[in-house]
């Protein structure tokens, strides 16, 4: 398949020229396909032949593979989730806290990294520290400071209002030097550029395929290390993730599965599972070409000096400083381009993937530069 094969399945693509995969990428055909004849064969098919349960015990299996599999890992790493907030959150509710206990995360993080720490500052005592960054760049001075004396760190693998990639193994190897638990957000890698986490080394890394997979909501990933599994006890036990449901004093599952909650639907995840599938068939390296490509192409018709974070490709996210950003989102809406404002840096930000064109990118770059 090729990226423009790709954009004839993406219904949306006829209606207007969707900017906005970062917030939440618009699902082709076969993904809906793929969730929807899940639930139909479910619940209309199953019961009376192979069994409800086990034919979710089989769409559980199968996307996880699916998905630990693009994501460079063995699929009991994964555990099947609802979103990148909710992988974070359960792990944030796994750990023993102490009072007095050190979490470092970065000033650019989206809520998923921040609201969780929150909570355990005020339920456990726990005490939050903020790594300030020069518009994303994580210095590696101030981050070896930072997690000397830090329980955890949280930080993202691409930064969500400036588009800039982190070196996620060179922090990962700083931190545990200093024997500090990682937890990554990769919700906006996996997509759009190849991500390998058993090279990452992170204790736990979370994301969704709602965005650049192009999958439903709900298709969330935990990923935790079989290293650190036995850190974490998830404050929830459900059915799923125990070896043995039927007596009382549980045993949790030896590695992700553990976090897996129970009668959960695995449409999401076998949407997502197809998202997968339509990227591999086009292929990354193809897909971080194009949009590599039609990032560059877009930047070069921006005024350089309204431009947040790096000016060398990093990703499909491009910030653009204007003077009022959800004014400049809803006219550019009327205008046919739907993307998003970011409050924290009082921007815009298009998001580019491999289905956009380059007729789209030059006349969104006109009607903002003419706007600015």
Not at 25 to 45: Q, Y
Not at 204 to 225: N, Q, R
């Amino acid at each position: 398949m090729n990226p423009l094969d790709l954009r004839t399945q993406i219904p949306i693509t006829s209606e207007c020229a969707f900017f906005n995969t970062g917030a939440s990428g618009p699902s082709p055909t076969p993904v809906l396909d793929a969730a929807t004849g899940f639930i139909t064969h479910h619940k209309t098919i199953a019961p009376y032949t192979d069994g409800m349960y086990p034919h979710a015990d089989s769409a559980y299996e199968s996307s996880r593979e699916t998905i630990a599999t693009h994501l460079g890992t063995a699929p009991e790493n994964i555990a099947l989730t609802e979103s990148t907030t909710d992988s974070i959150g359960m792990v944030a509710g796994a750990i023993d806290w102490q009072p007095g206990d050190v979490i470092v995360r970065t000033d650019t993080e989206h809520p998923a990294g921040v609201l969780p720490w929150e909570r355990a500052a005020r339920v456990h005592g726990a005490t939050v520290e903020v790594l300030e960054t020069d518009a994303g760049v994580i210095d590696r001075e101030q981050f070896t400071d930072a997690v000397a004396d830090a329980r955890v760190v949280c930080f993202s693998s691409l930064v969500w209002s400036y588009g800039n990639r982190v070196p996620v193994r060179e922090l990962v190897e700083i931190a545990h030097d200093h024997d500090t638990f990682v937890i990554v957000d990769a919700v906006q890698s996996a997509g759009q550029m190849a991500v390998d986490l058993s090279e990452w080394g992170a204790d736990v890394v979370a994301g969704s395929g709602h965005k650049w997979l192009l999958g439903p909501w709900g298709s969330g990933y935990l990923y935790v290390d079989p290293d650190s599994i036995d850190q974490l006890h998830p404050q929830q036990v459900c059915y799923r993730g125990v070896v043995d449901p039927n007596t009382p004093a549980y045993e949790l599952k030896p590695n992700a599965l553990r976090f897996e909650r129970s009668t959960a639907s695995p449409a999401p995840h076998v949407g997502m599972a197809a998202g997968i599938e339509l990227i591999e068939s086009i292929g990354l390296n193809t897909v971080e070409s194009r949009i590599e490509s039609l990032t560059d192409r877009l930047k070069s018709q921006l005024p350089e000096e309204r431009l947040y974070g790096p000016q060398s490709y990093h990703s499909g996210l491009v910030s653009v400083d204007v003077d009022n950003p959800d004014a400049t989102v809803e006219t550019l809406k009327q205008q046919g381009f739907i993307l998003r404002s970011i409050p924290d840096i009082d921007a815009i930000r298009v998001s580019v993937h491999v289905f956009n064109t380059e007729d789209e990118v030059d006349r969104v770059a006109a009607a903002i530069s003419e706007l600015l």
